[in-house]
């Protein structure tokens, strides 16, 4: 697994309060990890604090499982 | 308190060394089986960023609350559950909160402000917040009176009950405003005790010749009203009823009180018209007294105005002599202390009592407790802006 994904699930389990094991890749932040609307705001942001990447709001509208949002930031720190 | 014992001391989690008060009323850090506050074991940490300390403590407050008047309709009550409703209020709410995020478009991040900025602040999401947990879909409301919101928060409530709104509410005030924004603010306004910041325990002395002002607190305090027959119906267990209540305005002064103590007399003739009582059916005031120098005294003035030849039979004490002013949750704190004075048979007593400023007529239990017959109880709050209330309980039965 990249460095990116582990952090990215760190930031999850830390931010959501759910057990590590339930973070996996295809996990939906409202569907599967108990997320309401303002929790998946404050993930991106967390996101955009640790990877150092501005995440806008059209994008981040997209961002809605753990792999969006690996994607995402791999996909802006290779460019 | 009973013993004697002061919850005051000196502010040691933030930075005092600019402000000319350094003590306060902190609720103690430990766990719920000592009679500590650990928020960890009442809210799930993922959820404390959610809200400010002040709902934090409301939400502690009032699960106790709940969870000893054992009424908690399940998700097959929703009539029950319409009928329940909330009344918790503050009176300064988020500061803190606010604090933090001003700091952040000062720092030029304001992109950084959390989604849950807003919801932590406002003053109504205490009573958001036990309605979500508890499933509480009756009325959902919050006073804002400065200090006198506890005592207004519990006698509006009871009065949404007396007009057929709800047959429970759940009312009370929080506070938490023990930060550096919050005891800045009262220094500025010259409220605050500084003569006894290496003394802390001697800092609240109401109606003691040497007060110079009120120790800050913080804390919440929320109680289970119901409509009387609802309540016997079920076999609850009732600690008192909410049987007077009386609010006046002072038009006078932003912060001062008026200087003939008028706003606070014509507060407590309401609070006694309404229950139909004379002030010698009272046995026992929990005075607003803050420890103010003007305050104190006329509070005292206005009782033994009302109260004339019976003020030498009444007691009334101050308990934020103990555990400070904790603005808008002083009401519904000392609402307990008034519930429980009946509930025990003990005026609960004013710490560091020794000089009075004014001699009275009225026993104001200085220094110890003291075991009396008590079966009526009036307290007072009032608050900045001239805002006054008085509430009466009675022994149920």
Redesign the interface.
């Known amino acids: 697994m990249s460095d990116t994904a582990d952090k990215v699930k760190k930031i999850v389990v830390e931010?959501?309060?759910v057990e590590e094991s339930k973070v996996t890749t295809e996990a939906s932040f409202i569907d599967d990890l108990g997320a309401d609307s303002?929790d998946t705001?404050?993930l991106v942001?967390a996101f955009e604090?640790a990877f150092g990447v501005e995440i806008p709001d059209d994008a981040a509208e997209k961002i809605t499982t753990v792999k969006d949002a690996i994607d995402y930031i791999e996909k802006q720190k290779s460019a | 308190m009973l013993a004697g014992e002061s919850g005051l001391a000196a502010i040691q989690n933030f930075d005092v060394s600019a402000l000319p008060a350094k003590i306060a009323g902190q609720v103690p850090v430990g766990t719920r089986a000592e009679g500590k506050l650990d928020i960890n074991e009442w809210i799930?940490?993922?959820?404390q960023k959610?809200m400010d300390r002040f709902i934090q403590l409301a939400l502690v407050a009032a699960t106790d609350a709940v969870e000893d008047s054992g009424w908690n309709p399940g998700e097959d009550q929703e009539e029950e559950r319409c009928r329940t409703g909330v009344m918790i209020g503050s009176g300064i709410g988020g500061l803190p909160t606010i604090y933090e995020a001003s700091m952040l478009i000062q720092q030029g991040k304001t992109?950084?402000i959390?989604?849950?900025f807003i919801?932590s602040a406002l003053i109504n999401l205490a009573s958001g917040h036990v309605s979500i947990k508890y499933g509480f879909k009756g009325p959902n409301h919050a006073v804002v009176t400065a200090c006198a919101t506890g005592v207004h928060a519990l006698g509006d409530a009871a009065r949404l009950i007396a007009l057929n709104d709800a047959d429970v509410m759940v009312a009370g005030g929080a506070e938490a405003a023990v930060a550096e924004i919050g005891m800045a603010g009262f220094c500025a306004s010259r409220a605050l005790s500084t003569a006894f910041n290496d003394d802390p325990t001697k800092g609240s002395r109401p109606w003691d010749r040497d007060r110079d002002g009120f120790v800050m607190g913080e804390g919440a305090g929320v109680v289970v009203l119901e409509e009387l027959e609802h309540a016997k119906a079920r076999g609850a267990k009732i600690y008192a009823e909410v049987i007077g209540y009386g609010m006046s305005g002072d038009a006078y002064h932003i912060t001062a009180p008026t200087e003939d103590g008028d706003g606070a007399f014509r507060a407590m003739r309401a609070a006694l018209k309404s229950a139909s009582l004379t002030p010698a059916d009272i046995q026992y005031v929990n005075a607003h007294g803050t420890s103010t120098p003007m305050g104190d005294d006329l509070e005292l003035q206005a009782v033994e105005r009302l109260w004339g030849d019976e003020a030498k039979n009444l007691a009334m004490s101050s308990t934020k002599s103990a555990i400070g002013h904790l603005l808008g949750a002083a009401g519904a704190v000392e609402g307990i202390f008034s519930i429980l004075a009946i509930r025990d048979g003990v005026a609960p007593p004013t710490l560091n009592l020794h000089n009075p400023s004014r001699e009275s007529a009225i026993d104001r239990v200085a220094l110890e407790a003291q075991p009396r017959k008590i079966d009526t109880v009036l307290s007072n709050s009032f608050g900045f802006g001239g805002t006054n209330a008085s509430i009466i309980f009675r022994r149920a039965g």
């Open positions: 931010h959501l309060g303002l705001v404050e942001m604090e | 799930p940490v993922k959820d959610k992109r950084r959390s989604p849950f919801p």
